[in-house]
């Protein structure tokens, strides 16, 4: 069974930075793509950025372009966000996910997803 675990959330001031973490588990994800969504109070999951496994392949939403990366390392089934220059409204719970594809993580039903971890960032 994969697991997803994020780790990494916590309360910023505007213009600071975090490193969120998903250490993934239970399988193997050498043909898989993996990504983050973030979800504020009162509105819809929100896709944030996502990686190939085996290529490297990233894919940015608009509103992070710049100011997020996401990375992983193959070694140790991690995968990363670091967020810098933080806004406000980048408040919301972040959650971890797999699938196969890029392109199923953004138009299809997700195989898996991590708890989420809370980020605030305060003004």
């Known amino acids: 069974q994969v697991q997803l675990v994020e780790s990494g959330g916590g309360l910023v001031q505007a213009g600071g930075s975090l490193r969120l973490s998903c250490a993934a588990s239970?399988?193997?994800?050498?043909?898989?793509?993996m990504g983050w969504f973030r979800q504020a109070p009162g509105k819809e999951r929100e896709f944030v950025a996502a990686?190939?496994?085996?290529?490297?392949?990233?894919d940015y939403a608009d509103s992070v372009l710049g100011r997020f990366t996401i990375s992983k390392d193959n070694a140790k089934n991690t995968l990363y966000l670091q967020m810098n220059s933080l806004k406000p409204e980048d408040t919301a719970v972040y959650y971890c996910?797999?699938?196969?594809?890029?392109?199923?993580?953004?138009?299809?039903?997700?195989?898996?997803w991590g708890q989420g971890t809370q980020v605030t960032v305060s003004s």
């Open positions: 239970g399988g193997t994800f050498s043909n898989s793509a």
């Open positions: 990686i190939t496994w085996s290529r490297g392949i990233t």
């Open positions: 996910a797999a699938d196969r594809t890029i392109y199923k993580l953004r138009t299809g039903t997700i195989g898996y």
